[in-house]
C-alpha cells in the first residue's frame, strides 16, 4: 500500500507570491491533516478535510486555504507569501475506520520564502 | 501555542543505554501518542496511550502517562544508532479529531 504522497517535495518562492501544495493520501483514508513546521514554532496544526469538508482549523490567517477532492487527495494554498511562511509543511492521512488515532504523514513540502 | 512541552530538548546517549524522554500537556485529553522523526523528513508514529491507560509497551518502548500531572514518559531500552531521530509526543486535548498538538520535541542523538 502506498505511503502519504506530497509534491512538490521542495520549492522556493518570493515574497508576495502564491503557492500550492498537493497530498495524496493513503487509499482508504477520507481524513487530511495539514501541519506547518518551523524551527520556532514547531508543529501547527492547520486545517483538516474530510469527505470533501473542511472538518477542523488551527489558528492560521486566511492567506492559508485548502479543499479535498472527491478522491481524498487535498491541496493547500498560501497566498501573498510572507518570509515567515517558510517551513515543512506536512500533510497526514488518517482512516475513519481505525480507531488507533494514529496520523500517517508524508515526507513534507519544504517551502522556502525569499 | 503548543499543547506540550518535552523534556529534555536534546539528549546524547552511547548505544545501548536506555533513553527517556518526558511530555507534559496542558488540558484533558483522549489520547497521548509519541511520533518519531529522522531528520527533515515526516513523522512516524511510535505508540497510543489511551487516557484511562497508565503504560504501554512495543516492542523496545515503554509509555507512561499520569494524567493527574498531566505528563508522559517515552523510554527507549537498549537505544542502537539508527534510533537517532527526534521524538515528540501529541495530544487531541479532548477532541478526539485529528488536530493534534505536538509538543517541543526531544532531540536523541545516540553514539555507536
Given at each position: 500500500k502506498?505511503?502519504?504522497?506530497?509534491?512538490?517535495?521542495?520549492l522556493?518562492?518570493t515574497?508576495?507570491?502564491?503557492v500550492?501544495l498537493?497530498?495524496?493520501?493513503?487509499?482508504?483514508?477520507?481524513?487530511?491533516?495539514?501541519?506547518?513546521?518551523?524551527p520556532?514554532?514547531?508543529?501547527?496544526f492547520?486545517?483538516?478535510?474530510?469527505s470533501?469538508?473542511q472538518?477542523?482549523?488551527g489558528n492560521?490567517?486566511?492567506?492559508?486555504s485548502g479543499?479535498q477532492?472527491?478522491?481524498?487527495r487535498?491541496?493547500m494554498?498560501v497566498?501573498?507569501?510572507?518570509l515567515?511562511?517558510?517551513a515543512?509543511y506536512?500533510?497526514?492521512?488518517?482512516?475513519?475506520?481505525?480507531n488507533?488515532g494514529?496520523l500517517?504523514?508524508?515526507e513534507?513540502s519544504?517551502?522556502t520564502v525569499? | 501555542?503548543?499543547?506540550?512541552?518535552?523534556?529534555p530538548?536534546?539528549?546524547?546517549?552511547?548505544?545501548?543505554?536506555n533513553a527517556t524522554?518526558?511530555c507534559s500537556y496542558k488540558?484533558?485529553i483522549n489520547?497521548?501518542?509519541?511520533?518519531?522523526?529522522n531528520?527533515?523528513?515526516?513523522l512516524v508514529?511510535?505508540?497510543?496511550?489511551?487516557?484511562?491507560e497508565?503504560?504501554?509497551?512495543?516492542?523496545?518502548?515503554?509509555?507512561?502517562l499520569?494524567t493527574s500531572?498531566?505528563s508522559?514518559s517515552l523510554?527507549?531500552?537498549?537505544?542502537?544508532a539508527?534510533d537517532?531521530?527526534?521524538?515528540?509526543c501529541?495530544?487531541?486535548?479532548?477532541?478526539?479529531?485529528n488536530?493534534?498538538?505536538?509538543?517541543?520535541?526531544?532531540?536523541?542523538?545516540v553514539?555507536?
Amino acid at each position: 500500500k502506498a505511503g502519504v504522497t506530497q509534491t512538490p517535495r521542495y520549492l522556493i518562492k518570493t515574497r508576495g507570491q502564491q503557492v500550492t501544495l498537493s497530498c495524496s493520501p493513503i487509499s482508504g483514508h477520507r481524513s487530511v491533516s495539514w501541519y506547518q513546521q518551523t524551527p520556532g514554532q514547531g508543529l501547527q496544526f492547520l486545517f483538516e478535510y474530510f469527505s470533501e469538508t473542511q472538518r477542523n482549523k488551527g489558528n492560521f490567517p486566511g492567506r492559508f486555504s485548502g479543499r479535498q477532492f472527491s478522491n481524498s487527495r487535498s491541496e493547500m494554498n498560501v497566498s501573498t507569501l510572507e518570509l515567515g511562511d517558510s517551513a515543512l509543511y506536512l500533510c497526514a492521512s488518517s482512516s475513519p475506520a481505525s480507531n488507533t488515532g494514529e496520523l500517517f504523514f508524508g515526507e513534507g513540502s519544504r517551502l522556502t520564502v525569499l | 501555542s503548543q499543547q506540550g512541552e518535552e523534556d529534555p530538548q536534546a539528549l546524547s546517549i552511547q548505544e545501548g543505554e536506555n533513553a527517556t524522554m518526558n511530555c507534559s500537556y496542558k488540558t484533558s485529553i483522549n489520547n497521548l501518542q509519541w511520533y518519531r522523526q529522522n531528520s527533515g523528513r515526516g513523522l512516524v508514529h511510535l505508540i497510543l496511550i489511551r487516557s484511562n491507560e497508565r503504560e504501554k509497551h512495543s516492542g523496545r518502548l515503554r509509555v507512561t502517562l499520569d494524567t493527574s500531572k498531566k505528563s508522559s514518559s517515552l523510554l527507549i531500552t537498549a537505544s542502537r544508532a539508527a534510533d537517532t531521530a527526534s521524538y515528540f509526543c501529541a495530544t487531541d486535548a479532548g477532541t478526539g479529531a485529528n488536530n493534534l498538538f505536538f509538543g517541543t520535541g526531544t532531540r536523541l542523538t545516540v553514539i555507536p
